[in-house]
């Protein structure tokens, strides 16, 4: 994980719960490198899934849910598509990558 991050993620644990999605990558966003991160403050997380990979709102609601217990504090899982297209290119380009499929970290 990034020195410039202010929480310690189980990155681990998070690998190999990726590993059982159709997680292409998923990627740390905004709050967690901010000065400002409390114990309450939801994380952020950026997910782009394989090519036609068939998720749906519920399945990402739980994946989000899983994550969420992974951590150890409430996640909000987000596409790209989803994020305010005003700030899309900022946080995308800032997001810290926590997996991607052979990743060596």
Known sequence: MSETTKINLPVEAIRAYCETQLMQRLSLLGPAFDDWLR??????????????????YFA???????LGEIIGRKVDLRTQQEINRYCRKQLVDTAAPIYEPHSSD
């Open 39 to 56: 114990p309450d403050t939801d994380i952020g997380l950026l997910v782009e899934y394989a090519p036609g990979a068939p998720i749906g």
């Open 60 to 66: 990402m609601a739980q994946q989000e849910i899983d």
